[in-house]
């Protein structure tokens, strides 16, 4: 089982370009979140999803989107890159709200 | 006043002693305490977690939850080179919003 895989591993973009950041699990977890860490502090919800077909926003939203078509991936969208979204993002997964969560191995994005 | 609070450190602590990592939360709500070990570059992976008041011990950690002084800590005894990483607090907070929310980090060097 591959866990929770992300992908790209690492990513330069351009002000104002666009991407998705990939994430997918094998473990059947409903609960999947993206968080942001950024250097020397702790972990930023950006959004979650508690099962397919169900989003919500965490603390740092904007300027992000998902979605959640299915229970194994949960894709990040940056629309319009911006110089303050350079951070590491971190794909997690867990069984319930108040369980262990999973990460994957992270995506460490710069916008320039 | 942030919702998870650790000193960020860095703590250094000799090699075979105990070290004492700390973290207050300011929701009465908060149900569950987790802490997780981040190795510099890689993702965070779950130390252990703990509901009840009192202690919780796992091999060479333990964490200690006082729901009254809102403060939970882990020990880590007999400290070796491979603890040093950064050590993350995290709460869930069920009847607020059903997530869970992390703390910035205590970063730890075991000094051989």
């Known amino acids: 089982n591959a866990g929770v895989t992300q992908t790209p591993k690492f990513r330069i973009l351009k002000i104002g370009q666009s991407m998705t950041l990939q994430c997918a699990q094998d473990?059947?977890?409903?609960?999947m979140y993206w968080y942001r860490q950024d250097p020397g502090m702790g972990l930023k919800l950006i959004y979650y999803s508690v099962g397919a077909g169900i989003t919500d926003k965490g603390e740092v939203p904007n300027g992000y989107n998902v979605s959640r078509s299915t229970t194994e991936d949960f894709p990040l969208r940056l629309e319009l890159a911006a110089p303050s979204q350079t951070s590491v993002y971190f794909c997690a997964t867990s069984m319930g709200s108040d369980t262990e969560a999973f990460f994957g191995q992270g995506t460490r994005l710069t916008v320039v | 006043q942030k919702e998870v609070e650790q000193n960020s450190g860095p703590l250094s602590v000799p090699e075979g002693a105990i070290a004492s990592l700390n973290c207050t939360y300011s929701?009465?709500?908060?149900?569950?305490f987790f802490w997780y070990r981040q190795y510099s570059g890689k993702s965070p992976e779950l130390i252990m977690f703990?509901?009840?008041?009192g202690d919780k011990e796992d091999g060479r950690f333990t964490a200690q939850l006082n729901k009254a002084s809102q403060y939970v800590s882990l020990l880590i005894r007999d400290s070796q080179p491979s603890d040093s990483a950064t050590y993350l607090c995290?709460?869930?907070?069920?009847?607020?919003?059903?997530?869970?929310?992390f703390g910035k980090g205590t970063r730890l060097h075991i000094l051989p």
């Open positions: 929701d009465r709500g908060s149900q569950s």
């Open positions: 473990m059947n977890h409903n609960y």
């Open positions: 995290a709460a869930y907070r069920m009847n607020r919003d059903d997530k869970i929310i």
């Open positions: 703990i509901y009840s008041n």
